[in-house]
T-cell receptor, first 113, second 115 residues
Framework: AQSVTQPDIHITVSEGASLELRCNYS??????LFWYVQSPGQGLQLLLK??????LVQGIKGFEAEFKRSQSSFNLRKPSVHWSDAAEYFC???????????FGTGTRLTVIP | DSGVTQTPKHLITATGQRVTLRCSPR?????VYWYQQSLDQGLQFLIQ???????AKGNILERFSAQQFPDLHSELNLSSLELGDSALYFC??????????????FGPGTRLTVL
């Protein structure tokens, strides 16, 4: 069965520091990969996606993610975190033959001054 | 703003009652998906409609049902509500129904509280 793992439930970083949020998936073929962000009381906003091609994808708000097939990972990175980045981040996987997305359990990001 | 709208934003009701959540997809999108977000289950897929027809089913209870109308808006009906149905319900939309990678855009959600 497909699964998406976000091993870090909660991460705290200082403003201006770099950030990496981890995401691993379990699926036989190449999945379609997404990162969404959910601010408190808000919906899910798409940050970036990977379908094929260049394994380093750029998203909104200065985020990027790298697909590593050998590690079944799609980690999200940002070189310098802003206080407004505090939110919950969800990794999601789409697979051929299934119409829905499979979500990880999310990583809550706290940014301290 | 994703272009997906959901109403109402908040809903408070009692056990045993029935409620209807409404979703309007982005212009041009034919697929509508419903997800439930709860503290213990995370984000779970409930059901998908494509151009008026049910396309895929997930972990949707028999007490729950949905439909998509000719104007492509969708409604999720929750009946015989239980305390455990309290959750955030998201609607998402996409262009296609299946057959390849497609991006789902999410609405702001409806927070349901069952007392």
């Amino acid at each position: 069965a497909q699964s998406v793992t976000q091993p870090d439930i909660h991460i705290t970083v200082s403003e201006g520091a770099s950030l990496e949020l981890r995401c691993n998936y379990s699926y036989g073929a190449t999945p379609y990969l997404f990162w969404y962000v959910q601010s408190p009381g808000q919906g899910l906003q798409l940050l970036l996606k990977y379908f094929s091609g260049d394994t380093l994808v750029q998203g909104i708000k200065g985020f990027e993610a790298e697909f590593k097939r050998s590690q079944s990972s799609f980690n999200l990175r940002k070189p310098s975190v802003h206080w407004s980045d505090a939110a919950e981040y969800f990794c999601a996987v789409g697979i051929t033959g299934a119409n829905n997305l499979f979500f990880g359990t999310g990583t809550r990001l706290t940014v301290i001054p | 703003d994703s272009g997906v709208t959901q109403t109402p934003k908040h809903l408070i009701t009692a056990t045993g009652q029935r409620v209807t959540l409404r979703c309007s997809p982005r212009s041009g999108d034919l697929s509508v998906y419903w997800y439930q977000q709860s503290l213990d289950q995370g984000l779970q897929f409930l059901i998908q409609y494509y151009n008026g027809e049910e396309r895929a089913k997930g972990n949707i209870l028999e007490r729950f049902s949905a439909q998509q109308f000719p104007d492509l808006h969708s409604e999720l009906n929750l009946s015989s509500l239980e305390l455990g149905d309290s959750a955030l319900y998201f609607c998402a939309s996409s262009v296609r129904g299946s057959g390849g990678p497609d991006t789902q855009y999410f609405g702001p959600g409806t927070r349901l509280t069952v007392l």
